[in-house]
């Protein structure tokens, strides 16, 4: 079976379509965003386009494009649309996929649509990217309570910032579950630099373990 990973994380802006540029170049991989707020500025799959290698052929086209950068539900409301659920499936391919969600878990896709509630349909395994900073203890361990509650598989923990152990280890011995590795802050984000992180900071063959 083709191995999937969803990439969420514990909030907005904390470096997982980065993390998801990565990870699908180092996989050879396919990349799909279920939803884009946002069209003015470089989008999330252009992105991973630029910084991961990931060539074009392999970005799966977005099920919704929505103009204004906001929560989904609410850019999808100033287009005039509604997100049906139903659009929104997990393509087949025959390389890994990785698939990246919108800022946190609780992120609406509508009134009654949450992100959370479409990976428990899934049931992808979910790669939770979690800052290091202050702060981050308590809002990983609710996400990863969020993950659990709806029954959705926990693939790791993938921490991006400096180095901080003691919050480290705190979450995966609490959250009971298992770091990934950490992606270090990169002070110019190149496409080689990143390559060159994920080699260092990384275990590819980790990510073969699964297959969903």
């Known amino acids: 079976m083709t191995r999937r990973f969803v990439v969420s994380g514990t909030d907005t802006g904390i470096g997982k379509t980065v993390f998801a540029a990565a990870l699908a170049g180092a996989l050879e991989g396919y990349y799909w965003k279920p939803v884009q707020s946002g069209l003015e500025d470089e989008t999330d799959s252009e992105t991973v386009v630029r910084l991961g290698g990931v060539p074009r052929r392999r970005i799966l086209p977005e099920a919704y494009r929505l103009a204004t950068p906001a929560s989904p539900h609410l850019s999808a409301r100033l287009d005039g649309v509604a997100i049906d659920p139903e659009r929104l499936v997990p393509p087949m391919t025959d390389r890994p996929l990785v698939i990246e969600g919108a800022g946190g878990l609780l992120v609406p896709l509508a009134d009654d649509l949450v992100f959370a509630d479409m990976f428990a349909r899934w049931q992808v395994p979910v790669i939770l990217c979690a800052r ?58 190149t496409a080689d630099g990143l390559r060159q992180a994920f080699r260092g900071n990384f275990d590819l063959a980790s990510f073969a373990e699964v297959s969903a």
Do not use: Y
């Open 132 to 189: 290091t900073s202050l702060g981050t203890i308590n809002h990983t361990l609710l996400s990863l309570e969020a993950l659990k509650h709806r029954n959705i598989p926990v693939f790791g923990v993938v921490f991006v910032g400096d180095e901080n152990q003691e919050t480290q280890r705190i979450i995966v011995k609490m959250g009971r579950v298992r770091s990934l590795g950490r992606l270090p802050w990169l002070q110019a984000i």
